[in-house]
């Protein structure tokens, strides 16, 4: 609770917080919030020589070059980024952690194994690789998920093995293994529960990159594709007609760096909080 | 240390050498047809086969590997399957420029990291700290493409600054250097400030100031040259990161180097090409995470190399 406390006396992370809740609020509610269906083509919602609308009293952020609403396709598009955010983050986070778990506490040549392979998947140029995985695989929600899960194992991986490694040498866990105690207890009981705090403060940092990852590889066309609608893909369709509907790019654009910016102020809050090898030195 | 080095150099090779057999299997194994790419798309069923064939495609994957890695080691990354060059040749020709962005962006990120990390360093725990900041967040979390795309609205097309895009001249380079400069700036402020707050905990800072010291004198000569440290080491790591940066920016402002290539390739399932720049990017990513941790000692001390 007093991570809880901390949070509140930081009033720049609770901005975050609460910004980040207001996407989840708003993804949840997607139907009620949305003024328009997100794939419907309103007919007053072009220009008689069929330009797109700039925002106005009836279509508060203006429209597509479909004369489809662009907020409510902005508001199904929260519900995109989030989906693709949590899960990808927590599949990478759940594999990683595991990865990371059982090399730093088995070692020998089971813990080199893993963390040499964990060594290659960090020399990968991340971006490249999703990239390519997501043009060759073809693009769809799912196959986003599992490439941005994919690359971002590694780092949790990493973190989450130097992290118990150094558990694992600690004198209450050798105490604990003179009084008896099994495999199974120590690492549920005393590994899991110092590694905790490392897991979370990674695992909110985490879900501002995959968000921006979705963002980029939707925004290339490799990513989330047409009919759904994700802030990456709307820039993607509208950029040609960027100069004369700059609107299409910046609210999408606006959204996407403001989810991001919101979790990432909350992750750094819970880093100072909760990480203890930074304790005092911020 | 030579042995130190040795062994790194070799575990280095090792890890290039997975790099290449896991894209190589990864490439051939997922459901995109080259053949049929390079064939176009009014091409026969004959013709398709046909042109399986001429580019080796119909021999068994280890063959291809085998021999593909043999080449490798003599230097040759074999040809591309559209463009029909050496993709050594189109590495090279694209190298230069995108060595030109690397220089400007590192640069952008120096000048932006070092001067909000050191002011938020210095003045630590303050407003002015705390704003700045949330402004390196901000960079931090504003994706490539919108960072592209609004500084060509604003500077090139409001304002008419700057070109929207091009090569040549040095106004073409600005607007992609300081674009990547912004995003990397974010992180090198963050590095520094803890850097510079680091630092000011020593001993010998307190000294100095005893001495009295003029502010600005203790900075230049005691701070930053025992802060710049961590900064060289992220650097390093930076590479990697760069590396897939500049596929996204490159292709925003119509910079014609690695990045633009790439890009290319995988619209064209291009493979020889994919692999060529995949090796580049992780021969850089192992290097420079080699040159972060021989700098590591230097910070620490107490860090000894094994």
């Not at chain 2, 402020?189 to 001993?203: F, H, K, M, N």
Request: proline share 5%; with cysteine.
């Amino acid at each position: 609770m007093s991570v809880w406390r901390g949070l509140v006396r930081r009033p720049v992370a609770m901005a975050g917080l609460v910004i980040a809740l207001a996407f989840v609020v708003i993804s949840l509610a997607a139907p009620l919030i949305a003024p328009y269906s997100p794939e419907t083509m309103v007919p007053e919602g072009m220009t008689a020589d069929g330009s797109p609308l700039p925002p106005n009293w009836q279509f508060w952020f203006g429209t597509d070059l479909l004369g489809r609403d662009l907020l409510s396709r902005m508001v199904y598009g929260a519900r995109t980024s989030l989906l693709v955010g949590l899960l990808a983050n927590g599949i990478a986070l759940l594999i990683g952690s595991l990865i990371g778990l059982t090399a730093g506490f088995v070692r020998g040549i089971v813990g080199s194994i893993l963390m040499r392979a964990t060594d290659l998947m960090m020399a990968f140029p991340a971006l490249i690789l999703a990239i390519t995985i997501a043009a060759l695989v073809g693009p769809s929600i799912k196959n986003v998920i599992l490439v941005i899960a994919l690359v971002n194992t590694g780092p949790v991986a990493r973190v989450v093995y130097a992290e118990t490694t150094s558990l694992a040498e600690r004198e209450f866990i050798a105490a604990e293994r003179a009084l008896g105690a099994g495999t199974a207890r120590i690492l549920f009981r005393h590994i899991l529960p110092h590694l905790l705090p490392i897991i979370i403060v990674w695992g909110t940092l985490g879900i501002s990159t995959t968000v921006l990852f979705e963002a980029i590889l939707s925004y290339l066309g490799v990513g989330v594709q047409a009919p759904v609608p994700s802030w990456g893909n709307i820039v993607y369709d509208g950029q040609s007609y960027f100069q004369t509907a700059p609107w299409l790019v910046f609210f999408p654009g606006f959204a996407v760096a403001t989810l991001a910016l919101a979790v990432n102020l909350v992750g750094d809050a819970l880093r100072d909080l909760l990480d203890p090898t930074l304790r005092g030195r911020h | 240390m030579p042995a130190y080095l040795a062994r790194r150099l070799i575990q280095a090779a090792l890890i290039l050498l997975g790099v290449a057999a896991i894209t190589y299997l990864l490439l051939y194994m997922l459901p995109a047809d080259p053949a049929r790419m390079v064939a176009g798309r009014t091409a026969t069923k004959e013709q398709v086969d046909l042109v399986r064939m001429q580019l080796g495609l119909t021999q068994p994957i280890w063959e291809q590997f085998g021999k593909y890695l043999w080449k490798l080691l003599q230097g040759d990354l074999g040809r591309s399957y559209l463009q029909r060059t050496q993709v050594s040749e189109l590495l090279g020709a694209r190298l230069p420029a995108s060595l030109l962005l690397m220089a400007g962006a590192i640069f952008c990120e120096l000048a932006i990291g070092l001067t909000l990390g050191i002011i938020a360093g210095l003045r630590r725990a303050s407003g002015v700290d705390h704003t700045l900041m949330v402004v390196a967040l901000v960079f931090i979390s504003t994706p490539q493409f919108v960072i592209s795309l609004s500084m060509i609205y604003v500077f090139a097309y409001w304002l008419g600054w700057f070109p929207i895009g091009g090569y040549g001249e040095f106004k073409h380079l600005v607007l992609p250097a300081v674009t990547l400069g912004l995003l990397g700036g974010g992180w090198y402020a963050r590095v520094t400030r803890s850097s510079v707050i680091e630092v000011l905990r020593q001993d010998f800072i307190r000294t100095a100031r005893a001495k009295g010291l003029d502010r600005w004198r203790i900075v230049s000569v005691h701070i930053l040259p025992n802060a710049i440290l961590p900064i060289i080491a992220m650097v390093g790591i930076d590479i990697g990161y760069f590396m897939g940066s500049i596929v996204v920016v490159e292709s925003v402002f119509g910079w014609p180097g690695i990045g633009q290539l790439t890009w290319q390739a995988i619209q064209q399932i291009d493979i020889p090409i994919i692999m060529g720049v995949t090796l580049l990017s992780a021969c850089a990513i192992v290097l420079g995470n080699l040159l972060a941790d021989l700098v590591a000692p230097l910070i620490d001390p107490r860090i000894k190399l094994r």
